[in-house]
């Protein structure tokens, strides 16, 4: 079976249109005391271009079996959710019939992790629910190796105490988060600060767009395809990395979205497994290369990161935006001089990203605009507006904790013996080798190994090392950071710094990143790990305990 190419994607010329994803329902309101929900992860089928077969997925489902794609579950500050996960992905482990194939026309494999420092074996068709950014207790966090079997549920509770943001939950399952997301586990969750946003005017309603990013390969008979391979196919080992051919946004391939020529909010997810965005807009319809890299004229401002609103809007370089897997950005952006034109969102750079400037050669099309003449609700937007207020966080008293990111052909630490194959691992605070001086790679541990203990409201500084040639997203659970060196810098109009509030932040191949971060509200054990989920799969994820 062929693969679907982008060119002849394109060539198809009948590109799909994206409708406003409609929020979860809830089985009952409770004012004041809390949102409940039941959401069942099952089998869907869904066409994602016009004219190609329809494609088997895995998704979070209405409990009335009606199917929002993608999924989007919106909550409101101070009203807690209580969400009922049901995995009916199969009745048993055994009888998972896999949505995707992959190109040895296998199902997908474990990356074979476990078990190591009493780690538990996950199975094919287990699950686990990761609410992504959310500041929730350690039982409803999503613990990779505490699967939901085929046929249980678990009850999750989130406090939602936290500022608004644009948050997501996918699955975290040990050694299958990457094969159960690219089956289509995973949606928004976006949580509403209404008195905050009221007095702000942003674009709202039919203005307010969640959108998420990620890369497929299909087959012509419109299944999924993943990539399998990698140093020694007997043991089918997987990729260290997945990359798909083709854009999916919200699940739709290479879609086109209509909009009128005022203000829009666009809540951006990077969704994929593996890919960078550097996203940039396209004068007109897809690329002639002749006008690669000309910005239409239309204002765009950064008013979000994974945290919520920043303390003003940021200015947004038209070379482009770096979106890592795992991060979140919104814009404003404002078609008002380019009625009756085309646009297209798309990114320019190589993957595995690890820093080769942008270039045409790297054409990814995400989604077009076709901007229409009228307007319904004019909506509005200035640049000089105070957003939020976000404190400093106190600089700590305690030294740094250093977490050294690392990529090494080693044996791999779970249970196939006698094999080496290029790994990607962490050496966290305090862990080297018998020479004190070598980092040591450690894998994913159950529990608490080496120095990464923290104080309940302790805030200390945490510095990612980067030794590797790739960039690594590290993302950190519990709670929101702020990136004190080594991350983006964002300026407001007045080329006045913008404060912001992130929970994942890309690490340069060959540098540092040091994030501050008060580790709140609450005690227990919740991991940390690279955000390329083949990366997480492998164990380049560890424990911190807050006591
Ligand atoms: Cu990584």
């Known amino acids: 079976m062929r693969n679907i190419s982008l060119t002849q994607l394109i060539g198809l010329n009948n590109r799909p249109w994206l409708t406003q994803p409609q929020p979860l329902k809830p089985v009952f309101r409770i004012p004041f005391l809390f949102d409940y929900y039941s959401v069942d992860m099952k089998p869907v089928s869904a066409n994602l271009f016009p004219g190609l077969p329809n494609t088997d997925l895995w998704g979070y489902v209405n409990y009335d079996g009606t199917v929002s794609v993608p999924p989007v579950i919106k909550a409101r500050r101070n009203q807690p959710v209580l969400v009922r996960w049901n995995n009916k992905l199969a009745a048993t482990n055994t009888a998972v019939n896999h949505p995707f194939i992959n190109e040895n026309q296998i199902p997908p494999m474990p990356m074979n992790m476990g078990p190591v420092c009493g780690n538990v074996h996950t199975q094919i068709g287990d699950a686990v629910v990761h609410f992504h950014g959310g500041e929730v207790m350690p039982g409803s966090d999503g613990r990779p190796t505490r699967p939901i079997k085929p046929g249980k549920a678990v009850f999750d509770w989130y406090p939602n105490r936290q500022r608004g943001a644009t948050l997501w939950v996918h699955d975290h399952t040990m050694d299958y988060t990457a094969t159960n997301v690219y089956a289509g586990l995973s949606g928004f969750y976006i949580l509403e600060d209404t008195q905050e946003e009221a007095a702000l005017h942003l674009p709202s309603g039919n203005y307010d767009w969640p959108i998420v990013l990620q890369d497929r390969i299909l087959d012509s008979s419109g299944k999924f395809v993943y990539r399998i391979g990698g140093i020694d196919p007997a043991t089918n080992i997987r990729v260290p990395e997945f990359i798909g051919d083709l854009p999916l946004v919200n699940g739709q391939l290479l879609p086109r979205m209509q909009v009128e020529p005022t203000w829009y909010r666009l809540r951006l997810l990077n969704g994929s497994n593996t890919r960078f965005y550097n996203l940039r807009f396209h004068i007109t319809d897809l690329l002639d290369a002749s006008q690669y890299g000309m910005h239409p004229d239309i204002d765009v401002w950064q008013i979000a990161t994974d945290g919520g609103l920043t303390s003003r809007p940021a200015q947004y370089e038209s070379n482009g935006l770096l979106l890592a897997p795992g991060e979140r950005?919104?814009?404003?952006?404002?078609?008002?001089?380019?009625?009756?034109?085309?646009?297209?969102?798309?990114?320019?750079?190589?993957?595995?990203?690890?820093?080769?400037?942008?270039?045409?050669?790297?054409?990814?099309?995400?989604?077009?605009?076709?901007?229409?003449?009228?307007?319904?609700?004019?909506?509005?937007?200035?640049?000089?507006?105070?957003?939020?207020?976000?404190?400093?966080?106190?600089?700590?008293?305690?030294?740094?904790?250093?977490?050294?990111?690392?990529?090494?052909?080693?044996?791999?630490?779970?249970?196939?013996?006698?094999?080496?194959?290029?790994?990607?691992?962490?050496?966290?605070?305090?862990?080297?080798?018998?020479?004190?001086?070598?980092?040591?790679?450690?894998?994913?541990?159950?529990?608490?190994?080496?120095?990464?203990?923290?104080?309940?409201?302790?805030?200390?500084?945490?510095?990612?090392?980067?030794?590797?040639?790739?960039?690594?997203?590290?993302?950190?659970?519990?709670?929101?950071?702020?990136?004190?060196?080594?991350?983006?810098?964002?300026?407001?109009?007045?080329?006045?710094?913008?404060?912001?509030?992130?929970?994942?932040?890309?690490?340069?191949?060959?540098?540092?990143?040091?994030?501050?971060?008060?580790?709140?509200?609450?005690?227990?054990?919740?991991?940390?790990?690279?955000?390329?989920?083949?990366?997480?799969?492998?164990?380049?994820?560890?424990?911190?305990?807050?006591?």
Request: charged content about 15%; overall charge negative.
């Open 329 to 547: 950005v919104e814009l404003v952006v404002n078609f008002a001089r380019v009625g009756n034109s085309k646009i297209t969102l798309y990114s320019d750079i190589a993957i595995p990203y690890q820093g080769a400037p942008n270039s045409s050669a790297d054409y990814f099309p995400l989604l077009g605009f076709e901007v229409g003449n009228s307007i319904l609700q004019a909506q509005h937007f200035s640049p000089d507006t105070n957003l939020r207020h976000i404190p400093d966080l106190p600089a700590p008293s305690t030294t740094p904790k250093i977490v050294t990111l690392l990529e090494k052909v080693e044996p791999i630490p779970g249970d196939v013996p006698g094999i080496s194959t290029p790994q990607a691992s962490m050496a966290p605070h305090g862990s080297f080798e018998a020479d004190g001086v070598t980092p040591k790679s450690m894998h994913y541990c159950e529990g608490i190994t080496v120095g990464e203990t923290v104080v309940l409201n302790a805030t200390e500084d945490w510095t990612f090392s980067n030794t590797t040639g790739d960039f690594h997203p590290m993302h950190m659970h519990l709670m929101q950071f702020q990136v004190v060196s080594g991350g983006q810098n964002l300026m407001d109009c007045n080329g006045v710094p913008v404060k912001a509030m992130k929970d994942t932040v890309a690490v340069p191949p060959g540098g540092t990143v040091t994030v501050r971060a008060k580790f709140s509200p609450y005690k227990g054990e919740y991991v940390y790990h690279c955000h390329i989920l083949e990366h997480e799969d492998m164990g380049m994820m560890r424990t911190f305990k807050v006591i």
